[in-house]
């Protein structure tokens, strides 16, 4: 009997569109942002990548990404304090609630439907899943293969005592489902809709951005945002892939700000013609900052795999310009080690 490879598997995820007509951003075959969102056109990106070949290539220094042995003990020994974790790109484990979540968990060596192409890790793994305690619940923020990894869902789905629960977009559960996670330990959210477990509870907000998981027949099949979790007094939130839209930020601070503790995306965001629309850059994530009333955050989404044209480093940068520009302190929009946890309670 002929077996998928997990390649396969990971590559396909043509979920069902099913649409709401009184959502505005359900549209007749596909979701779609709330604001103007246009992706870039087959012509920039084919000369964006082209041009590649005689280009001077970015100098790449991933030494300088500061990193992190983890807290590992610390972690799996914790029962009743909040804590924040940072593993790289835009893997978080947090632990609220008494409950362990991973934040779209990408622990292979690839970001890539294959083993051997497409993005490969840069810096050390900081802390993979047997260094963490048994995971409780993954959110996942859309269908991307940096955010969506299949490997490493395979291994949670196969994790010792059961796999943990689930909570995505509308359409994503396919892709879930694919890699072995049980159907009903899956719940799929809409745009401002919650659940609840126990104490904590999980809001998905909307975001900026697109989705595809396959070459063709997938896109916006499936919906994307982020995640805000509240509990023991705390408010948590990670806005997901994003480009930036002011009225949009502007509405989400209305409805969850002031926020406790942000994870802003600071990378991936050249060239900007290519990638304006779809990933913010440093000095728009200080601003998605001041948008919610954070107090306080941490840079994410850098300094782990190559995926577009500024180096590897340079996000640090450029955050630090922009919290002078912008009249923010680095003690309160942070710049953390891979591998580093903040305790908030």
Not at 33 to 59: A, I, V
Not at 314 to 335: C, G, K
Request: glycine share 6%.
């Amino acid at each position: 009997m002929f077996r998928r490879p997990d390649w396969l598997a990971s590559l396909f995820n043509r979920a069902p569109y099913v649409a709401k007509p009184a959502a505005r951003h359900h549209g007749p075959a596909s979701y779609r942002n709330l604001y103007p969102f246009t992706l870039p056109t087959l012509g920039s990106l084919l000369h964006w990548k082209l041009s590649q070949w005689w280009r001077p290539r970015p100098d790449h220094r991933p030494e300088m990404v500061p990193l992190s042995s983890g807290e590992s003990a610390a972690l799996r020994a914790n029962r009743q304090r909040t804590s924040v974790t940072w593993l790289g790109h835009a893997s978080s484990f947090i632990q609220l609630c008494g409950q362990n979540v991973l934040i779209d968990p990408a622990l292979s060596p690839r970001v890539s439907p294959f083993r051997h192409l497409g993005p490969k890790r840069q810096v050390p793994l900081p802390l993979d899943l047997p260094d963490l305690p048994r995971i409780d619940l993954v959110l996942l923020t859309h269908l991307h293969y940096d955010h969506l990894d299949f490997p490493t869902l395979k291994r949670l789905a196969q994790q010792p005592g059961g796999a943990p629960d689930f909570v995505v977009p509308l359409g994503v559960a396919r892709a879930v489902r694919a890699a072995g996670v049980p159907a009903e330990q899956i719940v799929e959210l809409d745009w401002w809709h919650a659940v609840e477990r126990g104490a904590l509870r999980v809001l998905l907000t909307p975001a900026h951005h697109w989705s595809n998981r396959g070459p063709w027949g997938d896109l916006n099949k499936a919906l994307w945002g982020g995640y805000l979790l509240e509990g023991a007094g705390l408010k948590i939130w990670y806005p997901g892939d994003t480009g930036y839209q002011a009225e949009l930020f502007h509405e989400i601070g209305l409805h969850i700000g002031p926020v406790d503790f942000a994870l802003l995306p600071i990378g991936a965001y050249e060239p900007r013609k290519v990638m304006r629309a779809q990933h913010v850059n440093p000095d728009e994530a200080v601003r998605i900052f001041k948008h919610v009333a954070a107090r306080k955050a941490w840079a994410v989404h850098w300094g782990t795999f190559i995926l577009t044209d500024e180096p590897i480093q340079q996000p640090m940068a450029e955050l630090a310009m922009a919290l002078r520009e912008q009249q923010i302190s680095p003690a309160d929009f942070m710049l953390p080690a891979i591998g580093e946890t903040i305790w908030l309670s």
